[in-house]
């Protein structure tokens, strides 16, 4: 009599114990394993990370934005993802537009940047500069950002702008076709290449 | 919207429509258990599970036997979700040594991930263990999906079905979705996703020290092989804090793109799948018409509102207008890879399905692009839809419109060859205004008292928003947020629980 509720009991939950069990070792370990054999074996530098170094010594990684505030080298949009560029700590501002802190933030990264830059007052400045990214690790800028600040990298390493402008151009990416993506300038990549061409005296 | 936009939103509508059709057909084919490409290497697969399972693939179940073994199902995954994030710390491939998920967080990333809502009230790369993620998240990524298709194929075998009173065998059409549909693509798309850079790794958080000398600690994980999953299963829950706005999760605009694809394609196809299940293929392209022109029309508006920019930034020196060297706009919360078309393009599909996953943070729209989100998840995601419930939500719509119709017309109203009665459009309306009842009744309760109130980031009218915009994202298994909110606090994280549960099962029941 036991033994026959026990069967039938098994046979009820027979279906739902064990496909249960095979659908999880399916997808959460054989799925996941061969995506990282796969791409591990294929495609190995962007698997762990696009990770790019200086003199063999490991920098950061080309997709993730990275605090630059020194003059000689070109500076990121603002970071809401920790302190800044926190790469263990993902987010954006979520300030709403009406925002008062968003405002006045705002305002304040407005006259900074004209003053780091040796612009003249009222020169409109560029949205991109002056606003947080939604991961707050945004590794670009747009060209029209950089563009202003050619001259202040350009002084800080004596160094002819048109030169370093042309360094910018070199490295500016456009849209695949025309329309996927937009125009944009990867801080990292062209801090690194400035190091190369146009190096400072580091103590 | 500029030219390039334009072009950008063409060229998404054109590639969506031009796969909904050899999927869906494939689709109906793995449904109605007839041969496909994949057969060889699968089907061996299959005949094992149900040979190891004593399921007899040709015996269908009625309606209440499959009703509760999704039930069941869903139980058993929830509780297994439960325990894994409790116990995390005790689990292997922990390397940040993350503890324990407290318990109302876990109530809550259980219910979400299970529902296949996904609302992040975890901040993943500062929370869970890459145990946590690779097998309690990637398991419900998949079979979320692929129980909402289940209830689809159910609901329109009930539906077509004249005589019989069967609807199907939960589990076949469980294990038939996961292993012919879910996977392979979700391969595929992964793989696409590493080689543009999104990581796949199992070795810890990575510590460099930055050009100019700083540190910095670069979150690591086995990403893209979730990130494949979290788009093709509607689920939207991100390996990261940022979602798909972090770079690791979504680098250029070339994932950008397929990652917006893969969250449309499989709905799409379902209609497709519909259309021919219910023996007229037209039917299913006049939803798929009325479908894509709610889809466009809320691209479009999203699109021009966030172009135009923020207004209260116009008298601070800021140039807002797009150029051929920026992309001007409202940028606060967007990416500069992505710009103002992609992100709210993204915004709109993710809301259209029940997605929720974002590459710009909606908390900081402009209040009209803000509300394109808003009205489409609290229309119940029934643009394309999340993977098979968007389509349910849809079926819903269609028999109200029959039966308001027959009415006019007066005659008795049908659809799909079956009387609508008055049975029918009463489960409807509890369907439709339980709905409503759980996203106003717990925003009210949260906009009068501190413990709503307290963890707002934006005051006023737009911290109502976040609040209405966090109970309606619940709700309609969204998972999206207005994310200055924060919703991990013990009343958010069981209230928005509490509204996933009953915006996922009380329709389907």
Known sequence: MRAITLHATWEAFRPLLTVTATLLVITAVIYPLAVLGVGQALFQHEANGSLVSVDGQTVGSNLIGQQFTEAQYFHPRPSAAGTGYDASSSGGSNLGPASKTLVDDVQQRVQAFITENDLPPGTKVPVDAVTTSGSGLDPDISPATAALEVNRVAKARGADPAAVQQLVDHYTAQPALGFIGEPRVNVLELNMALDKGFPVYKP | MTLQDAGFLALYVVVLLALAKPLGLYMTAVYEGRHTWLHPIVRPVERGIYRLAGVDEEREQGWKGYLIAILAFNLLGFLLLYVILRAQGHLPLNPQDFAGVKPSLAFNTAVSFMTNTNWQSYGGESTLSYFSQMVGLTFHNFVSAAVGMAILVALIRGLVRHSASTIGNFWVDLTRGTLYILVPLAFIVAIFLVSQGVIDTLSGYKSVTTLEGGKQLLAMGPVASQEAIKMLGTNGGGFFNANSAHPF????????????????????????????????????????????????????????????????????????????????????????????????LWATVTTDASNGSVNSMHDSYTAIGGLVPLANMATGEVIFGGVGVGMYGMVLYIILAVFIAGLMVGRTPEYLGKKVGATEVKAVMVAFLSFALAILAFSAVASVDRFGTDNLANGGAHGLSEILYAFTSGAANNGSAFAGINANSTFYNLGIGICMLVGRFLPMV
Do not use: C
Not at chain 2, 272 to 293: C, E, N, Q
Not at chain 2, 298 to 320: K, T
């Open chain 2, 249 to 344: 999760e979504n680098p250029t605009a070339w994932t950008n793109l397929v990652e917006m694809l893969a969250i449309l394609v499989i709905p799409a196809g379902l209609v497709y799948m519909f259309g021919k299940m219910a023996g007229s293929t037209r039917h299913g392209w006049v939803l798929m018409g009325v479908m894509t022109s709610l889809l466009l029309a809320g691209a479009i508006v999203a699109n021009v509102a966030e172009e135009a920019g923020n207004p209260n930034l116009d008298s601070s020196g800021v140039s807002q207008s797009a150029s051929a060297d920026q992309p001007g706009g409202n940028m606060e919360g967007k990416e500069l890879r992505f710009g103002i078309g992609e992100s709210t």
